[in-house]
């Protein structure tokens, strides 16, 4: 790896550079492809999750702002859209409360209803930081998303009802690359998985036997060197994190057993 | 032709029929008479008044100040702005060359009063009144040319008052006595001695800039040029007044006569050319060229102070103006209505206490969003939902099962009730209580369920 022909446009550049020699190849390499992919996108912002095992299956030892995730669920079941609203208010906490974006297509959701501000505050998304744009077709809701993701002062956006294809998803990485601000897409429940561009792949579904949101969140793609896997997930909304359920947190690293 | 005593009347006449001997008022049968091959055509007063508009509309290219006179006239406030034309002598010119062209036949007449400008188009012998002959020309006129109703000229004319001079030269107390304030009133309003206020069908805006072309243009391309160039001279005209554009206006004159008009709001104002030539670029297609268009004007309808730019100094205000120009961007292809935030609805009614209301302008909105102590739904259904509630054999009040859109879902767990009262104030005396449950089924999946009476409903998800 040649770091000195890497464009090198600031000092603080250097610094990280010299900074990771003493300590990791692979922050290094990480580091490398965030300066080769030009200025707006150094430094990517890297949200854990706050739970080891989970955080350790994803390349980046969390989930990648300025990347493309992708979250399915199923029918009647609101974990998924609760699983993102979590992670978006999480991003929009560490970004000073920027707005976030929820671009839905009209008829799509209208099976599981509309989004409930009240709900939706223990999530950690405040509802007046939200931003609900409603799209009449799938075109039109990724073209709202990509102009979402070119402004830089969002902390996320969010495209609920749409698969979005291989061309459409490399849109939309490519404008989050640009500005690096996180993108979802929830797909519409049943559908089948279509190719996709997208840097993450999840399925999350609700889990019986408890009080708190508890989700079994199952990562079937990472790129970059990611390990697939399903974990049981609660959110605890009195501290606005992830925690692994209590029966499996000793161990950690065995699937969760199925239902 | 319009239906009047002793049949079908004459109600306008083209100036070929005049010529033939035929007034207005004359019944069909004796126009028909006296020329044969005369053509006619019903009344539209409703067509004709729409015409009229459109036209008042289309002379937006010559003054931003235009009144509809009656069902036959326009006036057109043209002070200051002669020049612009080449002099008062050349605009007239202009506009008959224009009018002519659309095949209206028409009186124009310049004065320096609307009453003398009326009197000088109806009665007079139209064109620009000199302002060197001083009253004369105007002291001329028939009696009529003061706007009177038609009764009170007869009578004036039986007394031997047949000119405006005759008018003028009498007594103002003894006219007054016989006749009222009106012969009076429109006296001084001719000879300029009062002042008649024009009301313009669209308020004039302050900050304009118009384009006119040698040869209509067509193509979009065209078009998005002379965008460009408009948008660019009001963003400098704003820039030197120090405010920003929130509204504006497009109008396009076409070579047929119509207008063509495009509409902006702006979230934030704003005096960015590429930024608002972006927002509008995706609405040039909507135009319809027609045959071509002539002229367009651009039009600052709202403006508000905004300072010079100041670079570096604040970076919240980068962000301010990023979000605010991507909910231009949002809202100009999508409409308002379709660009939303979630309001607290200041109600306890599940169904009121949200709402959605069109996205913030700039900023932070005061939204009064609380941590709700008890436990809400991330989704709720556009409306409660009937479902069926099994219960266990043999017992009343123990739920087993229950059957939400054809699909039986074995009870997990509940908890429960929490009872919320209907407002009466708003719902009327027929709204009943509600007692939540929140329920999980087998799979985990939790549902917010209500029983009013009887009936279950279910009402939300949660995640």
Known sequence: ?259 | MTAGPGGLRLAALDPLAAAGGLGIGMPLAEARALLPGLSSAPADPTGDAEGLAALADWCGRFSPWIAVDGADGLILDVSGLAHLFGGEAALLQEIGRHLARLGLHHRLALAGSPAAAWAWARHGDGGRLDPSAGLAPLLALPAAALRLPAEMVADLARLGLRRVGDLARLPRAPLTRRFGLQPGQRLDLLLGEAMEPISPRHPPAERRCRIAFAEPIGRAEDLDVALERLIAELCRLMERSGLGLSRLELVCYRVDGATQRLALGLAQPSREAGHIHRLFAAHVECIDPGFGIEAMILEAVESNPLPPAQAGLAPDAGATRDLAQLLDRLVNRLSPARVLRLLPGDSHWPERAMRLGPAPHSGRQPGAWEEEERLRPLCLLPAPEPIEMEMADGEEESPRAFRWRRVRRLLGGSEGPERIEPEWWRQGAGARARDYYRIEDVTGRRYWIYREGARWYLHGLFA
């Open chain 1, 1 to 259: 790896m040649n770091i000195i022909d890497c464009p090198i446009q600031t000092m603080s550049q250097i610094f990280v550079i010299e900074d990771c020699k003493k300590t990791d190849i692979s922050i290094l390499k990480t580091r490398t492809r965030a300066i080769e992919a030009g200025p707006a996108a150094t430094r990517p912002q890297i949200l854990s999750f706050g739970i080891a095992p989970l955080d350790a299956a994803l390349p980046d030892g969390g989930l990648g702002a300025g990347l493309l995730h992708e979250v399915s669920g199923a029918a009647g079941d609101a974990a998924a859209r609760g699983f993102v609203a979590a992670l978006a208010g999480r991003f929009a906490g560490a970004r000073g409360e920027a707005p976030v974006l929820w671009c839905r297509l009209r008829g799509a959701g209208q099976e599981d209803g509309a989004l409930y501000g009240p709900g939706l505050v223990r999530f950690g998304l405040r509802p007046d930081r939200l931003l609900l744009v409603l799209a009449e077709r799938p075109a039109e809701l990724l073209w709202a998303m990509e102009e979402g993701l070119r402004c830089r002062h969002l902390a996320a956006v969010i495209g609920e009802g749409v698969a979005s294809g291989l061309s459409a998803s490399r849109r939309l990485q490519l404008a989050a690359g640009t500005s690096g601000v996180a993108a979802f897409l929830l797909p519409p429940p049943g559908g089948r998985a279509s190719a996709s561009a997208a840097a993450t792949r999840w399925h999350v579904v609700a889990m019986p036997g408890r009080a708190v949101p508890c989700w079994r969140v199952e990562l079937r793609r990472a790129r970059g060197g990611g390990r697939p896997g399903d974990w049981i997930v609660e959110w605890e909304d009195a501290a606005f994190r992830f925690r692994l359920a209590a029966p499996l947190a000793d161990r950690s690293l065995v699937p969760a057993a199925s239902r």
